[in-house]
T-cell receptor, first 117, second 116 residues
Framework: KQEVTQIPAALSVPEGENLVLNCSFT??????LQWFRQDPGKGLTSLLL?????REQTSGRLNASLDKSSGRSTLYIAASQPGDSATYLC????????????????FGQGTILTVHP | EPEVTQTPSHQVTQMGQEVILRCVPI?????FYWYRQILGQKVEFLVS????????KSEIFDDQFSVERPDGSNFTLKIRSTKLEDSAMYFC??????????????FGAGSRLTVL
């Protein structure tokens, strides 16, 4: 059974710092990995999706890397801002059992990020 | 930007009552999902739905739960007789196509269910 773990559970940094969030998964047979942002009481916003054949994806100040063989992904946030404060979740999709399993995500517990001015 | 819309945003109910949570997926999406998140715990997959039938369900999705797409736009989750442990945030999600990496799963803002 796939298990996804995120470290650290919580992180508090001053504005402007570069930071790294970690995600590990136990079964390397994944189709893709996604990073999400969750604001308190809100839904999940997809930040980056990395296909299993890719090594990294970038969007603005965010860069996500994937090392499938070691079961690890990192989310790098450059020049953090108070508006980045949220919970960051990573989730993996299994290699095709077929059909809608491609939308069946297994989530980590998240990293609560606080960026203070 | 297209959104997945969920109603109600918060529902409080008594144990044993039936609850229906509603979702309007993005209009041209074909694959629909329900997830839940108990306070302080991980987001968990409940059920996937395609072509008007359940494709896959988790062990959480027992006989108390059902889903349907009654009118081609709404996608509902019904809990027949709620229990205290059903208290959670329920997220609806939809996806355009199965394999394309460009088609990420789009989540709604969630419906918070509180069972007293």
């Amino acid at each position: 059974k796939q298990e996804v773990t995120q470290i650290p559970a919580a992180l508090s940094v001053p504005e402007g710092e570069n930071l790294v969030l970690n995600c590990s998964f136990t079964d390397s047979a994944i189709y893709n990995l996604q990073w999400f942002r969750q604001d308190p009481g809100k839904g999940l916003t997809s930040l980056l999706l990395i296909q299993s054949s890719q090594r990294e994806q970038t969007s603005g100040r965010l860069n996500a890397s994937l090392d499938k063989s070691s079961g690890r992904s990192t989310l790098y946030i450059a020049a953090s801002q108070p508006g980045d404060s949220a919970t960051y979740l990573c989730a993996v999709v299994p290699v095709g059992a077929g059909g809608t399993s491609y939308g069946k995500l297994t989530f980590g517990q998240g990293t609560i990020l606080t960026v203070h001015p | 930007e297209p959104e997945v819309t969920q109603t109600p945003s918060h529902q409080v109910t008594q144990m044993g009552q039936e609850v229906i949570l509603r979702c309007v997926p993005i209009s041209n999406h074909l694959y629909f999902y329900w997830y839940r998140q108990i306070l302080g715990q991980k987001v968990e997959f409940l059920v996937s739905f395609y072509n008007n039938e359940i494709s896959e369900k988790s062990e959480i999705f027992d006989d108390q739960f059902s889903v349907e797409r009654p009118d081609g736009s709404n996608f509902t989750l019904k809990i027949r007789s709620t229990k205290l442990e059903d208290s959670a945030m329920y997220f609806c999600a939809s996806k355009l196509a199965i394999r394309s990496g460009a088609n990420v799963l789009t989540f709604g803002a969630g419906s918070r269910l509180t069972v007293l």
